[in-house]
Protein backbone atom coordinates (compact mmCIF):
# COMPACT_ATOMS: atom_id res chain seq x y z
CA UNK A 1 0.00 0.00 0.00
CA UNK A 2 1.26 3.38 -0.90
CA UNK A 3 1.65 5.46 2.05
CA UNK A 4 1.65 8.94 -0.11
CA UNK A 5 -1.75 8.26 -1.14
CA UNK A 6 -3.74 11.15 -1.91
CA UNK A 7 -7.49 10.98 -0.98
CA UNK A 8 -10.25 13.48 -1.14
CA UNK A 9 -9.66 17.60 -1.46
CA UNK A 10 -5.75 16.10 -1.26
CA UNK A 11 -6.03 14.57 -4.36
CA UNK A 12 -8.99 17.05 -6.23
CA UNK A 13 -6.38 19.72 -5.18
CA UNK A 14 -3.74 17.74 -6.98
CA UNK A 15 -5.66 16.94 -10.18
CA UNK A 16 -6.02 21.37 -10.00
CA UNK A 17 -9.27 21.30 -8.69
CA UNK A 18 -11.02 20.04 -11.73
CA UNK A 19 -14.38 21.68 -12.05
CA UNK A 20 -15.02 20.91 -15.79
CA UNK A 21 -15.74 17.56 -15.49
CA UNK A 22 -17.29 15.18 -18.79
CA UNK A 23 -19.59 12.05 -17.96
CA UNK A 24 -18.72 8.52 -17.71
CA UNK A 25 -21.00 7.69 -21.15
CA UNK A 26 -21.59 4.21 -22.52
CA UNK A 27 -20.38 3.86 -26.42
CA UNK A 28 -19.63 7.41 -26.45
CA UNK A 29 -16.55 8.30 -24.14
CA UNK A 30 -14.40 6.84 -26.23
CA UNK A 31 -10.40 8.20 -26.46
CA UNK A 32 -11.10 10.62 -29.35
CA UNK A 33 -14.19 12.33 -27.94
CA UNK A 34 -12.50 12.38 -24.91
CA UNK A 35 -9.46 14.20 -26.35
CA UNK A 36 -12.06 16.48 -28.10
CA UNK A 37 -13.26 17.61 -24.82
CA UNK A 38 -10.10 18.31 -23.01
CA UNK A 39 -8.87 20.22 -26.09
CA UNK A 40 -12.12 22.24 -25.46
CA UNK A 41 -11.68 22.88 -21.86
CA UNK A 42 -12.59 19.86 -20.29
CA UNK A 43 -11.07 19.59 -16.81
CA UNK A 44 -11.53 15.77 -15.55
CA UNK A 45 -13.02 12.98 -18.05
CA UNK A 46 -14.06 9.65 -17.15
CA UNK A 47 -14.30 6.46 -19.46
CA UNK A 48 -17.35 4.95 -20.30
CA UNK A 49 -18.70 2.54 -17.22
CA UNK A 50 -16.93 -1.19 -17.75
CA UNK A 51 -18.59 -4.51 -16.49
CA UNK A 52 -16.28 -5.43 -13.89
CA UNK A 53 -16.86 -9.06 -14.54
CA UNK A 54 -16.36 -8.83 -17.79
CA UNK A 55 -13.76 -6.77 -17.78
CA UNK A 56 -11.67 -9.24 -15.34
CA UNK A 57 -12.24 -12.25 -17.46
CA UNK A 58 -12.20 -10.89 -21.47
CA UNK A 59 -8.90 -9.99 -22.73
CA UNK A 60 -10.54 -9.48 -25.94
CA UNK A 61 -13.17 -6.88 -23.87
CA UNK A 62 -10.33 -5.19 -21.83
CA UNK A 63 -7.97 -4.47 -24.35
CA UNK A 64 -10.21 -3.32 -27.04
CA UNK A 65 -12.48 -0.80 -25.22
CA UNK A 66 -10.28 0.41 -22.58
CA UNK A 67 -7.83 2.72 -24.48
CA UNK A 68 -5.91 5.48 -23.42
CA UNK A 69 -2.47 7.53 -24.37
CA UNK A 70 -0.25 10.12 -21.84
CA UNK A 71 -2.38 13.21 -22.46
CA UNK A 72 -5.61 11.53 -21.51
CA UNK A 73 -5.20 12.72 -17.84
CA UNK A 74 -7.01 13.41 -15.42
CA UNK A 75 -8.97 10.35 -15.91
CA UNK A 76 -11.27 8.61 -13.84
CA UNK A 77 -12.62 5.01 -15.15
CA UNK A 78 -15.78 3.56 -14.06
CA UNK A 79 -17.00 0.30 -13.08
CA UNK A 80 -19.85 -1.23 -12.63
CA UNK A 81 -20.42 -4.72 -10.21
CA UNK A 82 -21.27 -5.95 -7.04
CA UNK A 83 -18.67 -8.08 -5.69
CA UNK A 84 -16.12 -6.20 -4.16
CA UNK A 85 -13.05 -8.72 -5.15
CA UNK A 86 -14.37 -8.51 -8.45
CA UNK A 87 -14.51 -4.58 -8.72
CA UNK A 88 -11.05 -4.67 -6.88
CA UNK A 89 -9.29 -6.90 -9.60
CA UNK A 90 -10.68 -4.86 -12.32
CA UNK A 91 -9.55 -2.05 -11.04
CA UNK A 92 -6.38 -2.92 -10.02
CA UNK A 93 -6.20 -3.76 -14.18
CA UNK A 94 -6.27 0.00 -14.30
CA UNK A 95 -5.05 1.91 -11.54
CA UNK A 96 -1.54 2.80 -13.00
CA UNK A 97 -3.06 4.44 -16.11
CA UNK A 98 -5.84 6.72 -14.05
CA UNK A 99 -6.61 9.32 -11.49
CA UNK A 100 -9.05 7.15 -9.63
CA UNK A 101 -11.73 4.53 -10.18
CA UNK A 102 -15.14 5.17 -9.60
CA UNK A 103 -18.29 3.05 -8.77
CA UNK A 104 -20.95 3.54 -10.67
CA UNK A 105 -24.75 3.35 -8.67
CA UNK A 106 -26.45 4.96 -11.13
CA UNK A 107 -27.20 3.69 -14.04
CA UNK A 108 -31.00 2.70 -13.85
CA UNK A 109 -31.56 0.51 -16.69
CA UNK A 110 -33.23 -2.98 -16.59
CA UNK A 111 -29.96 -4.43 -17.36
CA UNK A 112 -28.86 -2.93 -14.36
CA UNK A 113 -31.75 -4.10 -12.18
CA UNK A 114 -31.27 -7.73 -13.71
CA UNK A 115 -27.01 -7.38 -13.24
CA UNK A 116 -27.88 -6.08 -9.45
CA UNK A 117 -25.24 -3.09 -9.76
CA UNK A 118 -25.44 0.91 -10.59
CA UNK A 119 -28.66 2.16 -8.98
CA UNK A 120 -29.87 -0.70 -7.68
CA UNK A 121 -27.73 -1.14 -5.12
CA UNK A 122 -28.46 2.31 -3.84
CA UNK A 123 -30.61 0.56 -0.94
CA UNK A 124 -27.73 -1.72 0.01
CA UNK A 125 -26.04 0.36 2.41
CA UNK A 126 -23.81 -2.52 3.97
CA UNK A 127 -22.83 -3.66 0.11
CA UNK A 128 -21.94 -0.35 -0.82
CA UNK A 129 -19.95 0.33 2.56
CA UNK A 130 -17.54 -2.92 1.77
CA UNK A 131 -17.36 -2.10 -2.12
CA UNK A 132 -15.88 1.42 -1.34
CA UNK A 133 -13.69 0.58 1.93
CA UNK A 134 -12.53 -2.24 -0.29
CA UNK A 135 -11.64 -0.07 -3.65
CA UNK A 136 -10.35 2.49 -0.69
CA UNK A 137 -7.93 -0.08 0.92
CA UNK A 138 -6.66 -1.84 -2.10
CA UNK A 139 -5.77 0.51 -4.76
CA UNK A 140 -3.08 2.83 -5.49
CA UNK A 141 -5.79 5.23 -6.13
CA UNK A 142 -8.60 6.87 -4.63
CA UNK A 143 -12.20 5.33 -5.55
CA UNK A 144 -15.25 7.98 -6.16
CA UNK A 145 -18.89 7.22 -6.85
CA UNK A 146 -21.26 8.35 -9.08
CA UNK A 147 -24.90 8.67 -7.65
CA UNK A 148 -28.25 9.65 -8.28
CA UNK A 149 -30.77 11.28 -5.35
CA UNK A 150 -33.95 10.04 -3.60
CA UNK A 151 -36.94 12.34 -3.25
CA UNK A 152 -36.62 11.74 0.51
CA UNK A 153 -33.47 14.15 1.07
CA UNK A 154 -32.40 11.86 4.24
CA UNK A 155 -32.32 9.18 2.47
CA UNK A 156 -30.32 10.57 0.35
CA UNK A 157 -27.71 11.77 2.39
CA UNK A 158 -27.43 8.66 4.55
CA UNK A 159 -26.63 7.00 0.87
CA UNK A 160 -23.82 9.55 0.22
CA UNK A 161 -22.86 8.93 4.11
CA UNK A 162 -22.32 5.69 3.70
CA UNK A 163 -19.78 5.83 0.47
CA UNK A 164 -17.86 9.04 2.13
CA UNK A 165 -17.71 7.01 5.65
CA UNK A 166 -16.58 4.20 3.40
CA UNK A 167 -14.19 6.16 1.74
CA UNK A 168 -15.16 7.46 -1.14
CA UNK A 169 -12.45 10.59 -2.24
CA UNK A 170 -15.40 12.52 -4.01
CA UNK A 171 -19.11 11.86 -4.84
CA UNK A 172 -21.13 12.79 -8.26
CA UNK A 173 -24.42 13.64 -7.85
CA UNK A 174 -26.97 13.49 -10.18
CA UNK A 175 -30.11 15.13 -9.33
CA UNK A 176 -32.47 12.43 -10.50
CA UNK A 177 -33.96 9.55 -9.00
CA UNK A 178 -34.07 6.17 -10.45
CA UNK A 179 -37.35 6.25 -11.74
CA UNK A 180 -36.69 10.09 -14.05
CA UNK A 181 -35.07 8.17 -17.14
CA UNK A 182 -36.22 7.96 -20.13
CA UNK A 183 -39.13 10.15 -21.19
CA UNK A 184 -39.71 10.56 -17.88
CA UNK A 185 -36.49 12.84 -17.49
CA UNK A 186 -37.08 16.08 -15.49
CA UNK A 187 -35.19 18.98 -14.90
CA UNK A 188 -32.32 18.19 -12.79
CA UNK A 189 -32.76 18.64 -8.90
CA UNK A 190 -30.19 21.02 -7.98
CA UNK A 191 -31.16 22.47 -5.02
CA UNK A 192 -31.00 18.78 -3.22
CA UNK A 193 -27.08 18.34 -4.61
CA UNK A 194 -26.90 21.54 -3.18
CA UNK A 195 -28.01 20.56 0.09
CA UNK A 196 -26.21 17.45 0.12
CA UNK A 197 -23.19 19.48 -0.83
CA UNK A 198 -23.51 21.81 2.01
CA UNK A 199 -23.69 18.93 4.27
CA UNK A 200 -20.45 17.80 3.03
CA UNK A 201 -18.81 21.09 2.91
CA UNK A 202 -14.65 20.42 3.97
CA UNK A 203 -15.11 16.42 3.83
CA UNK A 204 -14.76 15.18 0.40
CA UNK A 205 -15.29 16.92 -3.04
CA UNK A 206 -18.65 16.96 -4.62
CA UNK A 207 -19.68 17.10 -8.11
CA UNK A 208 -23.48 18.07 -9.69
CA UNK A 209 -24.48 16.39 -12.75
CA UNK A 210 -27.25 16.66 -14.82
CA UNK A 211 -29.61 19.58 -16.68
CA UNK A 212 -26.02 21.20 -17.93
CA UNK A 213 -26.29 22.73 -21.51
CA UNK A 214 -24.15 25.31 -21.82
CA UNK A 215 -21.21 27.48 -20.29
CA UNK A 216 -23.92 29.00 -18.78
CA UNK A 217 -25.51 26.19 -17.06
CA UNK A 218 -21.66 25.24 -15.69
CA UNK A 219 -21.66 28.44 -14.63
CA UNK A 220 -25.17 28.53 -12.89
CA UNK A 221 -24.94 25.58 -11.17
CA UNK A 222 -21.56 25.96 -9.58
CA UNK A 223 -23.20 28.78 -8.21
CA UNK A 224 -26.30 27.33 -7.38
CA UNK A 225 -25.33 24.23 -5.89
CA UNK A 226 -21.77 25.39 -4.49
CA UNK A 227 -20.63 22.18 -6.02
CA UNK A 228 -16.46 21.83 -6.36
CA UNK A 229 -17.54 20.47 -9.85
CA UNK A 230 -19.58 19.82 -12.77
CA UNK A 231 -20.21 17.00 -14.59
CA UNK A 232 -21.90 17.02 -18.27
CA UNK A 233 -22.89 14.31 -20.33
CA UNK A 234 -25.70 14.66 -23.40
CA UNK A 235 -25.13 18.02 -23.50
CA UNK A 236 -21.55 17.55 -24.21
CA UNK A 237 -22.05 15.26 -26.43
CA UNK A 238 -23.95 17.37 -28.84
CA UNK A 239 -21.74 20.63 -27.79
CA UNK A 240 -17.84 19.38 -26.94
CA UNK A 241 -16.96 22.29 -26.45
CA UNK A 242 -19.53 23.43 -23.66
CA UNK A 243 -16.79 24.11 -21.52
CA UNK A 244 -14.50 26.24 -23.75
CA UNK A 245 -14.61 29.52 -22.73
CA UNK A 246 -12.46 31.13 -26.03
CA UNK A 247 -15.05 33.40 -27.82
CA UNK A 248 -13.96 31.74 -31.15
CA UNK A 249 -15.84 28.72 -31.11
CA UNK A 250 -16.14 26.24 -33.94
CA UNK A 251 -19.84 25.56 -35.85
CA UNK A 252 -21.27 22.23 -35.26
CA UNK A 253 -20.36 21.47 -39.14
CA UNK A 254 -16.43 22.62 -37.49
CA UNK A 255 -16.78 20.64 -34.58
CA UNK A 256 -17.61 17.26 -36.67
CA UNK A 257 -14.33 17.77 -38.49
CA UNK A 258 -12.67 17.98 -35.52
CA UNK A 259 -14.25 15.54 -33.98
CA UNK A 260 -13.18 13.01 -36.92
CA UNK A 261 -9.48 14.39 -36.61
CA UNK A 262 -9.94 12.44 -33.28
CA UNK A 263 -10.86 9.40 -35.01
CA UNK A 264 -8.08 9.79 -37.22
CA UNK A 265 -5.14 10.14 -34.49
CA UNK A 266 -7.25 7.83 -31.68
CA UNK A 267 -8.96 5.03 -34.41
CA UNK A 268 -12.59 3.95 -32.92
CA UNK A 269 -13.38 0.68 -32.48
CA UNK A 270 -16.93 0.47 -33.51
CA UNK A 271 -18.34 2.77 -36.73
CA UNK A 272 -21.38 3.08 -35.27
CA UNK A 273 -20.18 5.44 -32.32
CA UNK A 274 -19.07 7.78 -34.90
CA UNK A 275 -22.39 7.24 -35.94
CA UNK A 276 -23.64 8.44 -33.14
CA UNK A 277 -21.80 10.99 -32.45
CA UNK A 278 -21.83 12.75 -35.91
CA UNK A 279 -25.80 12.51 -35.26
CA UNK A 280 -25.29 14.51 -32.50
CA UNK A 281 -23.24 17.03 -33.03
CA UNK A 282 -24.76 17.05 -36.41
CA UNK A 283 -28.27 16.93 -34.99
CA UNK A 284 -29.59 20.51 -35.41
CA UNK A 285 -28.39 20.52 -38.87
CA UNK A 286 -29.58 17.10 -39.95
CA UNK A 287 -32.95 17.49 -38.45
CA UNK A 288 -34.02 19.98 -41.37
CA UNK A 289 -31.95 18.40 -43.94
CA UNK A 290 -32.79 14.65 -43.07
CA UNK A 291 -31.10 13.13 -46.19
CA UNK A 292 -27.98 13.61 -44.33
CA UNK A 293 -29.06 12.55 -41.41
CA UNK A 294 -29.87 9.08 -43.56
CA UNK A 295 -25.98 9.24 -45.03
CA UNK A 296 -24.93 9.16 -41.56
CA UNK A 297 -26.95 5.94 -40.39
CA UNK A 298 -24.99 4.02 -43.50
CA UNK A 299 -21.69 5.09 -43.60
CA UNK A 300 -19.06 3.10 -42.37
CA UNK A 301 -15.43 4.34 -43.23
CA UNK A 302 -13.57 7.65 -41.69
CA UNK A 303 -13.56 8.68 -45.27
CA UNK A 304 -17.22 8.48 -45.66
CA UNK A 305 -18.17 10.48 -42.72
CA UNK A 306 -15.50 13.55 -43.74
CA UNK A 307 -17.55 13.36 -47.14
CA UNK A 308 -20.61 13.93 -45.27
CA UNK A 309 -18.89 16.63 -43.29
CA UNK A 310 -18.15 18.32 -46.49
CA UNK A 311 -21.91 17.55 -48.05
CA UNK A 312 -23.38 19.41 -44.63
CA UNK A 313 -20.85 22.31 -45.25
CA UNK A 314 -21.91 22.50 -48.76
CA UNK A 315 -25.23 22.61 -47.80
CA UNK A 316 -24.91 24.96 -45.50
CA UNK A 317 -23.66 27.26 -47.91
CA UNK A 318 -25.87 27.42 -50.30
CA UNK A 319 -27.79 30.63 -50.77
CA UNK A 320 -31.48 28.97 -50.63
CA UNK A 321 -30.71 27.55 -47.17
CA UNK A 322 -29.38 31.17 -45.96
CA UNK A 323 -32.54 32.02 -44.13
CA UNK A 324 -32.21 28.53 -41.92
CA UNK A 325 -31.75 28.89 -38.00
CA UNK A 326 -29.90 26.06 -37.68
CA UNK A 327 -29.44 26.40 -33.33
CA UNK A 328 -33.65 26.43 -33.17
CA UNK A 329 -33.72 23.05 -31.83
CA UNK A 330 -30.63 21.02 -30.33
CA UNK A 331 -30.42 17.40 -29.37
CA UNK A 332 -30.55 17.71 -25.42
CA UNK A 333 -33.97 19.74 -25.30
CA UNK A 334 -35.24 16.76 -27.57
CA UNK A 335 -36.96 14.82 -25.11
CA UNK A 336 -36.85 17.82 -22.62
CA UNK A 337 -39.53 19.34 -24.26
CA UNK A 338 -42.96 18.20 -23.00
CA UNK A 339 -44.87 18.74 -25.91
CA UNK A 340 -42.51 16.35 -28.10
CA UNK A 341 -42.57 13.76 -24.88
CA UNK A 342 -46.23 14.06 -25.79
CA UNK A 343 -46.81 14.23 -29.63
CA UNK A 344 -44.12 12.40 -29.64
CA UNK A 345 -42.95 13.90 -33.09
CA UNK A 346 -39.03 14.06 -32.57
CA UNK A 347 -38.69 11.56 -30.42
CA UNK A 348 -40.30 9.02 -32.27
CA UNK A 349 -38.42 10.74 -35.68
CA UNK A 350 -35.41 9.84 -33.47
CA UNK A 351 -36.56 6.18 -32.45
CA UNK A 352 -37.46 5.23 -36.02
CA UNK A 353 -33.82 5.73 -37.03
CA UNK A 354 -32.70 4.16 -33.93
CA UNK A 355 -34.49 1.08 -34.27
CA UNK A 356 -33.80 1.27 -38.35
CA UNK A 357 -30.03 1.94 -38.21
CA UNK A 358 -29.45 1.39 -35.32
CA UNK A 359 -28.66 5.00 -34.65
CA UNK A 360 -28.50 6.94 -31.22
CA UNK A 361 -29.05 3.87 -29.25
CA UNK A 362 -27.48 3.84 -26.24
CA UNK A 363 -26.07 0.22 -26.49
CA UNK A 364 -22.83 -1.22 -26.09
CA UNK A 365 -21.67 -4.60 -25.29
CA UNK A 366 -22.60 -5.13 -21.52
CA UNK A 367 -25.34 -2.29 -21.63
CA UNK A 368 -27.29 -2.79 -24.65
CA UNK A 369 -30.74 -2.79 -23.11
CA UNK A 370 -34.11 -2.95 -25.03
CA UNK A 371 -36.10 -3.89 -22.29
CA UNK A 372 -39.40 -2.45 -21.98
CA UNK A 373 -39.11 0.37 -19.53
CA UNK A 374 -36.80 1.87 -22.06
CA UNK A 375 -39.01 1.02 -25.28
CA UNK A 376 -37.41 4.30 -27.35
CA UNK A 377 -33.84 4.04 -26.44
CA UNK A 378 -33.68 7.47 -24.44
CA UNK A 379 -32.49 6.44 -21.05
CA UNK A 380 -29.57 8.08 -18.83
CA UNK A 381 -27.48 5.74 -17.28
CA UNK A 382 -25.88 7.32 -14.62
C1 LIG B 1 -25.09 8.02 -24.06
C2 LIG B 1 -25.04 8.04 -22.57
C3 LIG B 1 -24.32 7.07 -21.91
C4 LIG B 1 -24.22 7.10 -20.52
N1 LIG B 1 -23.43 6.18 -19.90
C5 LIG B 1 -23.17 6.31 -18.56
C6 LIG B 1 -22.19 5.49 -17.91
O1 LIG B 1 -21.52 4.68 -18.53
N2 LIG B 1 -22.02 5.68 -16.57
C7 LIG B 1 -22.71 6.60 -15.84
O2 LIG B 1 -22.50 6.73 -14.63
N3 LIG B 1 -23.60 7.40 -16.44
C8 LIG B 1 -23.85 7.28 -17.77
N4 LIG B 1 -24.73 8.15 -18.39
C9 LIG B 1 -25.41 9.16 -17.58
C10 LIG B 1 -24.63 10.46 -17.56
O3 LIG B 1 -23.34 10.25 -17.05
C11 LIG B 1 -25.33 11.55 -16.74
O4 LIG B 1 -25.43 11.12 -15.41
C12 LIG B 1 -26.73 11.87 -17.24
O5 LIG B 1 -26.78 11.92 -18.65
C13 LIG B 1 -27.22 13.20 -16.67
O6 LIG B 1 -26.44 14.29 -17.10
P1 LIG B 1 -26.91 15.32 -18.26
O7 LIG B 1 -28.21 15.91 -17.80
O8 LIG B 1 -25.78 16.30 -18.36
O9 LIG B 1 -27.09 14.50 -19.49
C14 LIG B 1 -24.87 8.11 -19.78
C15 LIG B 1 -25.62 9.08 -20.47
C16 LIG B 1 -25.71 9.05 -21.84
C17 LIG B 1 -26.47 10.12 -22.53
Sequence with gaps: MDEKKKVGYEWWLGLGAPTKIVAPMVDASELAFRQLTRKHGAELVYTQMFNSNVFVRDYTYREENFETCPGDRPLIVQFCGNDPETLLAAAKMVEDRCDAVDINLGCPQGIARRGHYGAFLMEELDLLHELVSTLAKGLKVPVTCKTRIYKDFDRSLRLCETLVNAGASMITIHGRTREEKGQLVKAADWETIRRIKEHFRGRVPVIANGGIESLQDYRRCLIETGCDGVMSSEGILENPS????????????????????????????????????LQRILYRFCSIHTELRDKIGLARELDEFS????????????????????????????????????????????????????????????????????????????
Aim: hydrophobic share 30%; proline share 4%; glycine share 4%.
Design 242 to 277: IFDESHNLPTQIEMAYEYLEQCHAHPVLHYRTIRSH
Design 307 to 382: AIADECRHTSLLPENSHINYDAETWYKRHRNPANVHSGSMNAEIAMDTNKNGLLYYSCSDCNDTEDDDPLGFSIFG
